[in-house]
T-cell receptor, first 113, second 113 residues
Framework: AQSVTQPDIHITVSEGASLELRCNYSYGATPYLFWYVQSPGQGLQLLLKYFSGDTLVQGIKGFEAEFKRSQSSFNLRKPSVHWSDAAEYFC???????????FGKGTMLLVSP | GAGVSQSPSNKVTEKGKDVELRCDPISGHTALYWYRQSLGQGLEFLIYFQGNSAPDKSGLPSDRFSAERTGGSVSTLTIQRTQQEDSAVYLCATQGAAYNEQFFGPGTRLTVL
């Protein structure tokens, strides 16, 4: 069965500091990987996705993620965090085509001044 | 509208009552998914519609849950005889092409008293 692990429930980062959110997945086939962000009271917004090709993918709002097959990881990074990045971040895995997504339990990012 | 819309945004009901939650997809999106987001459980898949195919109901937690999608457009999720453990945010997502991401609506927050 497929699964996604986000080991950090909460992370606090100072504004301007770099950020890395961890995501590990278990999937029997070629994974399609996603990072979504959810602000309070809002739906999920896609930050970036990996389907194939270059293992370093760029997303919106200055985020990037790197797919490492050998480590079954898809960590999200940002070089300099802004206060507006405070939100909950979800990693998800699916298969090709139309597919239900399996989500991690999320990481809540807090940004300190 | 341009995005996925859901109604109502909030629903408070008494235990044992039936509720209906509505999802209006992005026009032309053939795939529609329902997920549930609850404390401690994260995001869980409920049901998936794709075109005229039979829906994938494998995520529905009990036979009190059902959903339909009329004319390949609007979808309604029905929960009969609601229980307190049904309290959660119900999210709808739609997908327009096989290799695109899922677009999420803002969700319906259901509270069962």
């Amino acid at each position: 069965a497929q699964s996604v692990t986000q080991p950090d429930i909460h992370i606090t980062v100072s504004e301007g500091a770099s950020l890395e959110l961890r995501c590990n997945y278990s999937y029997g086939a070629t994974p399609y990987l996603f990072w979504y962000v959810q602000s309070p009271g809002q739906g999920l917004q896609l930050l970036l996705k990996y389907f194939s090709g270059d293992t370093l993918v760029q997303g919106i709002k200055g985020f990037e993620a790197e797919f490492k097959r050998s480590q079954s990881s898809f960590n999200l990074r940002k070089p300099s965090v802004h206060w507006s990045d405070a939100a909950e971040y979800f990693c998800a895995v699916g298969s090709s085509g139309y597919s239900t997504l399996t989500f991690g339990k999320g990481t809540m990012l807090l940004v300190s001044p | 509208g341009a995005g996925v819309s859901q109604s109502p945004s909030n629903k408070v009901t008494e235990k044992g009552k039936d509720v209906e939650l509505r999802c209006d997809p992005i026009s032309g999106h053939t795939a529609l998914y329902w997920y549930r987001q609850s404390l401690g459980q994260g995001l869980e898949f409920l049901i998936y519609f794709q075109g005229n195919s039979a829906p994938d109901k494998s995520g529905l937690p009990s036979d009190r849950f059902s959903a339909e999608r009329t004319g390949g457009s609007v979808s309604t999720l029905t929960i009969q005889r609601t229980q307190q453990e049904d309290s959660a945010v119900y999210l709808c997502a739609t997908q327009g092409a096989a290799y695109n991401e899922q677009f999420f609506g803002p969700g319906t927050r259901l509270t069962v008293l």
